[in-house]
């Protein structure tokens, strides 16, 4: 039986309820948490990227366009937010410095060449920053694997950007489900 690799992408605090949260972020907790005990029970694999960030974050080119430090190492606010954290807890954790990591593609990569996998799913924060960032570049490290997005397990900055990053990533053959399901809405 093929399975899944489940990507939860910068489920962490500061984009919950910290520096960058927002209502639309709080309102998916529970309905990732229900997606990845399902996934663990079938036997996928997930894993969880985290936003990482340092001290000298507001002299980074992101911190020049976004001047709200947050995910910086070792606080509060870089944690995986605790409904989550013992979910995470055999996962692997990519801890990521930019919006889109280079490793998780490669790892994705790697897993799906051993065999077995019929498929991509990622969700989380934000949809239309780190989301589609991850689901393009895991598009072009694995151009012939599907690759699915599930929008009401993610929230973007707003409601509209949420809407747009959807939209992009069906553009670029990411397969969208849970479109109009979203907690928020």
């Not at 949260?21 to 663990?40: F, L, M, N, Q």
Request: net charge negative; aromatic share 6%; with cysteine.
């Amino acid at each position: 039986m093929a399975k899944k690799i489940i990507v939860a992408v910068d489920m962490q605090k500061d984009f919950i309820d910290g520096a960058l949260g927002s209502a639309e972020a709080v309102k998916i907790v529970d309905r990732c948490a229900e997606k990845i005990k399902a996934a663990k029970a079938e036997g996928d694999t997930v894993i969880f990227t985290r936003d990482t960030h340092f001290e000298n974050y507001m002299n980074t080119e992101e911190g020049r366009n976004l001047p709200v430090p947050h995910c910086i190492k070792g606080t509060d606010g870089w944690q995986i937010t605790a409904a989550l954290a013992e979910l995470a807890g055999d996962a692997l954790i990519i801890d990521k410095e930019t919006f889109g990591s280079r490793d998780l593609g490669r790892i994705v990569a790697e897993k799906l060449a051993e065999g077995g996998y019929d498929g991509v799913e990622l969700f989380g924060l934000c949809t239309d920053i780190c989301v589609i960032s991850n689901a393009l570049l895991i598009k072009a490290f694995c151009p012939d694997i599907p690759i699915y997005v599930d929008a009401s397990c993610s929230a973007g900055v707003t409601p509209e950007s949420h809407d747009t990053a959807v939209r992009a990533m069906e553009t670029c053959q990411i397969h969208v489900t849970g479109k109009g399901e979203e907690p928020w809405r």
